[in-house]
């Protein structure tokens, strides 16, 4: 700090006994605690005027200021017109601190604190130490290796696309999907697009060339993730309905009656399939608190 060789600086205050028990104190202390990451608060400074050997001097001093200049320290004048930061605390804190802000998540396990000898009116001087662990991240969410082949169509005739993608789905495939789009010389057409196992790639690969007008495709590589998942069956007029019910981190997210079984137990019971709907919603509804009636 004041630009010249350890053997030509001439300290005073920094070099009284009280200077050398802050540095070896807390140097012993930060040693114990042993923490793997240290977050400060930024650095209050004070304000007025401080008497040293060399005189009266503003609040911050020459050498805080020049310590903060040189680590980077954010720092903030006030809220007392007294000098809150010395150069040896505000040196020891730019050589611990990890980094400056609010305090992290974290589980506190200890807290310290510590007390100056002067006492201001309607401010408390002390300074406080929060150790903590960070909180338990959650589980990585399950990621599988997954395939998707797609090819647009614009001569094939659209009566044909229920049977195309419930054949792909049938045969084994994740999804299948159309999607609208306008194709060279403004010509209507549809992406059609398959979701699958990469080792059941060329398999569908060949269905969707073969049952399609189209010449070629592509694939590509992506990754998906699954959700953990069960089929529960519901009663609703003395017929059965599966009902998907779907968990993330082993919370019910998701519960869903399959339509198909919606649709024949209306036309059973000659209902309209939008009441049915609701009743195995009703029905399945115990499912969101974990309950549920046989599995599938």
């Known amino acids: 700090?004041?630009?010249?060789?350890?053997?030509?600086?001439?300290?005073?205050e920094v070099g009284a006994l009280d200077s050398i028990a802050d540095v070896v104190g807390v140097s012993a202390c930060a040693h114990h605690?042993?923490?793997g990451r240290v977050v400060c608060s930024p650095i209050a400074l004070g304000g007025g005027r401080a008497r040293t050997a060399h005189g009266s001097i503003p609040v911050p001093g020459p050498a805080v200021t020049e310590l903060l200049r040189r680590h980077a320290v954010p720092a903030y004048g006030g809220p007392l017109d007294v000098e809150l930061a010395t150069p040896?605390?505000?040196?020891?804190?730019?050589?611990?601190?990890d980094e400056f802000g609010p305090m992290p998540a974290l589980v506190p396990a200890a807290t310290g604190s510590g007390a100056?000898?002067?006492?201001?009116?309607?401010?408390?001087?002390?300074?406080?130490?929060?150790?903590?662990?960070?909180p338990p991240a959650p589980a990585a969410l399950p990621v599988e290796p997954a395939t998707v082949l797609e090819a647009n169509v614009d001569d094939l005739d659209p009566r044909l696309w229920p049977a195309v993608l419930t054949l792909l789905l049938d045969?084994?495939?994740?999804?299948?999907?159309?999607?609208p789009i306008v194709m060279k010389k403004g010509r209507p057409a549809h992406t059609v697009a398959v979701l699958c196992a990469p080792g059941d790639a060329d398999r569908l690969a060949r269905?969707?060339?073969a049952h399609t007008t189209t010449i070629g495709l592509r694939r590509r590589q992506v990754e998906k993730t699954p959700l953990e998942r069960e089929t529960v069956t519901v009663e609703v007029h003395g017929s059965s309905v599966r009902v998907k019910v779907a968990r993330l981190d082993g919370e019910v997210v998701n519960v869903n009656p399959e339509y198909d079984d919606v649709a024949r137990t209306a036309a059973e019971s000659g209902r309209p399939a939008k009441i049915v709907l609701a009743e195995a919603q009703r029905a399945a509804a115990g499912l969101w608190d974990g309950g549920g009636s046989s599995r599938a």
């Open 1 to 12: 700090m004041h630009g010249t060789t350890p053997d030509d600086v001439h300290f005073h």
């Open 207 to 209: 269905l969707l060339l």
């Open 116 to 134: 100056g000898a002067r006492d201001p009116e309607g401010h408390a001087n002390l300074l406080r130490v929060v150790v903590g662990a960070a």
């Open 88 to 97: 040896t605390g505000v040196a020891l804190v730019a050589v611990l601190a």
């Open 171 to 179: 045969a084994g495939a994740d999804d299948a999907w159309l999607t």
């Open 33 to 35: 605690l042993a923490a």
